[in-house]
């Protein structure tokens, strides 16, 4: 659950980071400009996805706040929309709705439920500040942080915010309010549609195509007695797949992605597959999903294999997000992978409050794998290997609540396999206040006179058909910073001052999608002409 006074937390934390990088400054003779530049050049900002509110302290309102009325009003000025959860404005699935920011500061929550699972879709534009959001469950837990972005289009000002969702039956909140401390008026849309399942027998097959790349499919089926159930996908043409398993009240118990895996193991295909004894009677779901972009018309055949019984040897830890065991900061935590003919897999649990530096590690002699999964069921990280260390993760994350599953490399190796679990979490080394995603980036093309601050990030999704090279640059008298990293986090190059104030990349690549980082080293706001051109090869 988030801290009541996480708007306390924060200011403190800031003020500290705030001096701290005086400090560091005195210390090391650096200008601003110099010291902002080794910040971003020690630190792969990348991987922060979605908008990150920890530089905004108005954004996070205490609702015990001493200066409202719990109604919304603040400093005598009429509020459309009331700040807080209380009060807040209800909405229905598959409307339109709209209002006005009227202070710098102000917030607009609005409440919804949902009363079966489905797909939720939310899409706020303005066209007078840049408006940002934050959608949240009934434990105030944010709700896949990591799908929540702002595109802003640099020849119109015009700004939207969208976030997309699978959510459970519950209550919900969606908070609206100004990056830029601008206001005036925006409208909004909700839809939600709900998932159609598809029911399945035990022990049997079904074919079925995914027509688009971001199609999900689900499948039920029922457990009647305790037993070991393997759901999986074959015959999917060379496309790689994910899935999760899904319990009778709709908690995600296990996620598993193919594609990631075959960075763990070349051999094999990018198919998932997820084994676990199931214990408890009732209706239990899969979903179905492709890892490729752009992809259509994906053939797969879904399997649901069962055999009755209970598995062999003890069990230390939950093998299900369900009752995964908690670990905590600096925290080690001893575990044993006793079961041989499913691996034995070991689930564990972890809350942030804010943007964090997170290291997973297996520090004994052990070869495991590890995933990193967040609360909708997307695999962050999957490593491992036959070599000690091959398992570790470091990774930046968003606020939210995050699984790791532990399990032995070789799942048909029958001894004992001990094991210790260490979590490092650390605040966010970012000098950011938040990630603007501006969305594709054409080829051969120019974006004139883009504006940004020193307090944020923009992000460009670059999307290559065919092999060649790729110059990406910008030109202006603003101090700019690039970095460009491929599909899977890894960063190709970066640079800072190729052309006086500007940077300049040029890389070789190949078919996929790339991701361009553009900061702005000046103080303040800066504008510049971005330029994208490709050479096929």
């Not at 070869?367 to 997307?378: H, K, P, R, Y």
Request: aromatic letters at 8%.
């Amino acid at each position: 659950m988030v801290d009541k006074n996480k708007n306390q937390i924060v200011n403190k934390t800031l003020a500290k980071r705030s001096l701290d990088n005086k400090i560091k400054k005195r210390k090391l003779g650096l200008t601003d400009k110099q010291f902002k530049k080794s910040v971003l050049k020690s630190y792969d900002i990348k991987k922060i996805s979605g908008f990150k509110r920890s530089k905004l302290s108005h954004v996070i309102n205490s609702e015990s706040d001493s200066e409202s009325d719990g109604d919304g009003d603040t400093g005598g000025i009429n509020d459309d929309h009331s700040n807080f959860r209380v009060g807040a404005t209800s909405i229905v699935l598959n409307s339109t709705f709209g209002g006005i920011l009227e202070q710098a500061g102000d917030k607009d929550v609005f409440a919804f439920t949902v009363t079966t699972l489905g797909d939720i879709s939310i899409t706020s534009t303005a066209n007078d500040f840049v408006i940002v959001g934050c959608l949240h469950d009934s434990n105030d837990a944010i709700v896949d942080e990591e799908n929540h972005a702002t595109t802003v289009n640099p020849d119109t000002g015009e700004s939207v915010f969208t976030t997309n969702s699978t959510l459970s039956p519950g209550d919900y909140y969606l908070e609206l309010y100004s990056m830029d401390d601008n206001i005036g008026d925006y409208t909004s849309n909700i839809s939600f549609q709900e998932i159609v399942k598809t029911h399945v027998e035990l022990n049997s097959i079904t074919d079925d195509i995914l027509e688009l790349s971001g199609d999900e499919h689900v499948f039920s089926f029922d457990i009647t007695e305790p037993g070991k159930t393997t759901i999986y996908v074959s015959e999917s043409d060379g496309w790689e797949t994910k899935g999760t398993l899904i319990s009778p009240s709709d908690d995600l118990l296990a996620a598993y992605n193919g594609a990631l895996h075959l960075n763990i193991d070349s051999g094999g295909s990018g198919d998932f597959i997820i084994t676990r004894y199931i214990t408890e009677p009732g209706t239990y779901c899969a979903t179905v999903a492709a890892t490729n972009e752009n992809a259509e018309n994906i053939p797969y055949t879904f399997h649901v294999d069962f055999e009755a019984g209970v598995k062999s040897g003890g069990d230390d830890h939950s093998d299900f997000f369900v009752g995964a065991t908690p670990i905590s900061n600096g925290e080690t935590i001893a575990g044993e992978m006793v079961s041989s003919d499913d691996g034995d897999p070991d689930c564990f649990v972890f809350e942030l409050t804010s943007n964090s530096d997170v290291s997973i590690t297996i520090p004994e002699e052990s070869v495991t794998n590890q995933a990193l999964v967040n609360s909708s069921g997307e695999v962050i990280r999957m490593t491992g290997g036959d070599t000690i260390g091959e398992g570790d993760i470091f990774v930046t994350l968003g606020s939210g609540t995050y699984f790791i599953i532990v399990d032995r490399y070789d799942i048909l190796d029958p001894n004992p396999n001990p094991y210790t679990l260490s979590l490092v979490i650390e605040e966010s080394s970012g000098s950011n206040g938040g990630v603007i995603l501006m969305g594709d980036l054409a080829l051969n093309s120019t974006i004139s006179d883009v504006s940004m601050t020193d307090q944020n990030m923009l992000r460009y999704k670059i999307t290559i058909t065919e092999s060649g090279v790729l110059d990406v640059k910008t030109t202006g008298d603003a101090d700019t910073y690039g970095i460009l990293y491929d599909s899977d986090d890894n960063e190709l190059d970066n640079d800072d001052d190729t052309d006086e104030f500007n940077f300049q990349i040029v890389q070789s690549v190949t078919p996929g999608d790339y991701w361009l980082n553009i900061e702005l080293l000046d103080d303040g706001t800066g504008t510049f002409d971005l330029v994208a051109t490709f050479l096929a090869s």
